[in-house]
């Protein structure tokens, strides 16, 4: 059996959304995460790195709050930044482990627990970028 760790075992665009509503508050200087980057996240869930980063970029209007860090970011473009602070967001998040625990989908852990006491061969795959 694979499994594929984004989405399946964790519920890594939950966690995805959020660090979104973290740039854009840390960006924004905001007291707290701006929970409409979490919805105009959810508008294009699953889609490529670059068009969710665009769409929350565009959604809120952040081209002049990114477009002075593209330097220090190394990026050609401002939607680069949010990609890249984001990114960094997300890194720390999930380097938690407790943060991995409690955003289990649990009938998947659960049906990977059964196939693993029954014998099955499981295996992880994922389309994400090794980390480091």
């Known amino acids: 059996m694979l499994f594929d760790l984004d989405g399946t075992l964790v519920q ?4 995805e959304a959020r660090s979104y509503a973290i740039a854009v508050q840390r960006l924004r200087g905001l007291a ?4 409409r980057a979490i ?3 959810r508008e294009i869930v699953g889609a490529l790195r670059d068009v969710a980063s665009r769409h929350v970029m565009e959604s809120f209007d952040l081209v002049d709050d990114l477009t002075p860090l593209m330097t220090s970011h190394d ?3 401002p939607w680069q930044v949010l ?3 984001r990114k960094a967001i ?3 998040i999930v380097s938690d482990p407790e943060v991995i625990r409690d ?3 649990p009938h998947a ?6 196939a693993r006491e029954a014998g099955c061969k499981t295996a992880l795959a994922t389309m994400s970028y090794p980390l480091g």
């Open 12 to 15: 890594s665009e939950k966690l």
């Open 83 to 85: 990609s890249n602070l």
């Open 109 to 114: 852990i659960g049906m990977l627990r059964t």
């Open 32 to 35: 707290e995460p701006d929970d």
């Open 90 to 92: 997300y890194d720390d």
């Open 103 to 105: 955003n289990q989908w």
């Open 75 to 77: 990026a050609s473009e």
């Open 39 to 41: 919805e105009a996240y």
